[in-house]
């Protein structure tokens, strides 16, 4: 078993930056991957980035790229992500994941076997 708990939501304006932190207990040594998702109401869950439990080898979504930055924290299994230059768009709920069962398991939802409960970030103009 692996539990995760986000933390570090809430809202913020347009421009502003937050940090979200993920932390991972249980079966941690058996992660390869754990990913960062958002779901916004009436949409699809889709990949925000991703980092290699044991490499650091990171993984970005186009529509991010240069905003945010994933990192590990190898002594408290905490994974951050830390999102700037924010837009309303980035207005979500936003879900930290383990994969323990597939090693190139990096981007794709379905890959994930654990999920966190989710912590809501919310935009305003």
């Known amino acids: 078993q692996v539990q995760l708990v986000e933390s570090g939501g809430g809202l913020v304006q347009a421009g502003g930056s937050l940090r979200l932190s993920c932390a991972a207990s249980?079966?941690?040594?058996?992660?390869?991957?754990l990913g960062w998702f958002r779901q916004a109401p009436g949409k699809e869950r889709e990949f925000v980035a991703a980092i290699n439990w044991s490499g650091a080898i990171t993984y970005y979504a186009d529509s991010v790229k240069g905003r945010i930055t994933i990192s590990r924290d190898n002594a408290q299994n905490t994974v951050h992500l830390q999102m700037n230059s924010l837009k309303p768009e980035d207005t979500a709920v936003y879900y930290c994941?383990?994969?323990?069962?597939?090693?190139?398991?990096?981007?794709?939802?379905?890959?994930?076997?654990?999920w966190g409960q989710g912590t809501q970030v919310t935009i305003s103009s």
């Open positions: 994941a383990a994969n323990n069962k597939f090693r190139f398991g990096a981007v794709i939802t379905g890959m994930y076997n654990y």
């Open positions: 249980g079966r941690t040594f058996s992660i390869y991957t």
